[in-house]
């Protein structure tokens, strides 16, 4: 893909107007890709902070005198 526009095949140039057009959706485009891609990391991130909280073990509670309970 190139910046620079083409002819068309008739030969004819795209006005300064379809090009200022095309450039703005290009513009539109890219800022709507980025956004996407920062929500997808986000989400990425979320899953896998959630991941690692499932995967801890649960640790016995000490007691006051800093013990580990004992199971009877």
Do not use: F
């Amino acid at each position: 893909m190139t910046d620079t526009p083409s002819p068309s095949s008739s030969g004819t140039r795209v006005s300064t107007k379809a090009a200022e057009a095309k450039a703005q959706r290009a513009a539109r485009q890219a800022a709507a890709l980025r956004a996407n891609l920062r929500r997808r990391k986000q989400q990425a991130r979320t899953r896998q902070e959630q991941e690692v909280d499932e995967q801890e073990p649960l640790t016995a509670t000490t007691t006051e005198t800093g013990e580990n309970p004992t199971c009877p």
